[in-house]
C-alpha cells in the first residue's frame, strides 16, 4: 500500500498570493489548515522561497489591473518573514517597474526578478543580493514585455518569456548579457530542465482566454539550450499559461480554456486543465480538470503532490501525481472572490 501523499509534511506550510486580497495566506500542507494572511501591497503577483536567508519573496506588478491594461506599474519587492509572517522590507526597484517573474540561486545568493521594458529601455532581469536585499544589476532581454523567467541549477543561463514578441531571450546571469533570442511565437511560462539540457516554454502567447488571432499549435515548446533551437513540440489541446518541473522530472502546465457557443458568437470561461508530461520520454502521461483559468503551478519538494493556482475561481487545487486525484481544493478568499495566483512551498525548519 502507497503511504498518504501527506505523509511527512507537519510542519510544511504552502503560501498562496490572493492578487484582489491583496494578501498572502499561509496554509498547513499536512492538513490544510488556514494559518493566517499577512495583508500586502496590491497587486500581488508571484512568490519566491529563499531557504538559505529563509525569506518569501512577492512581486506587485500594478496598482489595479492587468497586463496591457493596468492603472499604473509598481517598483516594489516584498521580503517577508514567513515565520512570524510579517513584512521583513519593502525594496523599491525604481526606476524599475512592474517586477513579475521570480527565479532564485540560494547557493549563489542572486534573486533574478523580471521588469517590464519602457520608452526608454527594453524589459529587463533586475538582479538582487539576497544578503544585502538590493539590486547589482539589470540585464537587458531585448523584448518590452519581460515576464516569467526560469534559471538553469548552474546558475550560468536564464530563459525570460516575452509574451508577445516572436523569441524567449537567453541570458548569461554571470556576464549579465543577453546572448541569444530563441524562436518561439509568443511566450509564456517556462522551465529549465534539472541539467540544464532543455528548456520547456508555453506558446504561443494567450492574451484573453477567448484569444483566437493565433493560428500557432498551442503547446510546450522543448527548446535545446546548446542550440538555442526548437526541436519538439508537446501539443496541448487548449493554450498553456504556467509551466512547472518537478524534482522527479515530470513536466505540469496549465491549460487556460474557454467555451465558445457556435449560435451567438459568445465566450466563456471554462475549467482549467493540469497536464503532465514526461520529460524523459516527452508522453502525456495524464491530465486533470481544474478551477478557472490556471495561472502558477508548483510542487511539493519530492514531487508527489502538485499545487495549481486558478485565478479566476481563486482555488488551488491539490493533486496527487502518482495517482492524479484531487486531494483537496483550498478556496481562496471570501465567497465570488477571484485572485488566486503565486505559490510557493515552504519546508519546516530543522
Known amino acids: 500500500m502507497q503511504p498518504s501523499p501527506r505523509a511527512g509534511r507537519a510542519g510544511d506550510v504552502l503560501a498562496v498570493v490572493d492578487q484582489s486580497g491583496p494578501t498572502v495566506s499561509f496554509h498547513d500542507a499536512a492538513d490544510d489548515r488556514y494559518l493566517g494572511a499577512l495583508d500586502v501591497l496590491a ?14 519573496w512577492c512581486t506587485v506588478t500594478y496598482r489595479s489591473g492587468y497586463y496591457h491594461a493596468n492603472s499604473g506599474r509598481r517598483t516594489e519587492l516584498i521580503a517577508i518573514d ?7 522590507e519593502i525594496v523599491d526597484l525604481a526606476p524599475e517597474h512592474a517586477p ?34 538590493r539590486p547589482v544589476g539589470r540585464i537587458d532581454t531585448g523584448a518590452p514585455g519581460a515576464h516569467w523567467i526560469a534559471i538553469d541549477a548552474a546558475g550560468r543561463t536564464g530563459y525570460v518569456a516575452n509574451k508577445e514578441a516572436p523569441f524567449v531571450s537567453a541570458v548569461d546571469l554571470e556576464r549579465g548579457v543577453l546572448t541569444g533570442k530563441v524562436a518561439v511565437p509568443g511566450s509564456e511560462g517556462v522551465a529549465v530542465s534539472a541539467d540544464g539540457a532543455y528548456a520547456f516554454v508555453a506558446a504561443p502567447y494567450s492574451g484573453s482566454f477567448a484569444a483566437t488571432g493565433d493560428a500557432s499549435v498551442p503547446g510546450i515548446r522543448v527548446v535545446d539550450t546548446r542550440t538555442a533551437s526548437v526541436v519538439d513540440v508537446l501539443v496541448t489541446d487548449d493554450r498553456i499559461m504556467p509551466v512547472h518541473l518537478t524534482s522527479t522530472g515530470l513536466l505540469l502546465v496549465g491549460e487556460v480554456r474557454a467555451d465558445h457557443d457556435p449560435a451567438d458568437g459568445s465566450v466563456r470561461m471554462a475549467p482549467g486543465r493540469l ?14 480538470e481544474v478551477g478557472h483559468c490556471p495561472l502558477t503551478i508548483t510542487s511539493s519538494p519530492d514531487g508527489r503532490l502538485a499545487y495549481v493556482a486558478c485565478y479566476a475561481s481563486s482555488t488551488v487545487h491539490v493533486v496527487d501525481l502518482a495517482s ?3 486531494v483537496t481544493r483550498l478556496a481562496i478568499g471570501g465567497p465570488g472572490a477571484s485572485g488566486a495566483h503565486g505559490l510557493a512551498y515552504l519546508p519546516r525548519t530543522g
Do not use: K, N, Q, W
Not at 43 to 56: K, W, Y
Open 275 to 288: 497536464v503532465v508530461f514526461d520529460t524523459g520520454t516527452r508522453e502525456r502521461l495524464g491530465a486533470f
Open 324 to 326: 492524479m486525484r484531487d
Open 43 to 56: 497587486e500581488p503577483h508571484e512568490l519566491c522561497f529563499d531557504p538559505v536567508r529563509r525569506l518569501l
Open 100 to 133: 513579475h517573474g521570480l527565479a532564485l540561486d540560494a547557493a549563489r545568493g542572486r534573486l533574478y526578478v523580471t521588469v517590464e521594458g519602457s520608452t526608454d529601455r527594453s524589459g529587463g532581469v533586475v538582479v538582487i543580493d539576497t544578503a544585502t536585499r
Open 82 to 88: 514567513p515565520d512570524t509572517r510579517e513584512v521583513a
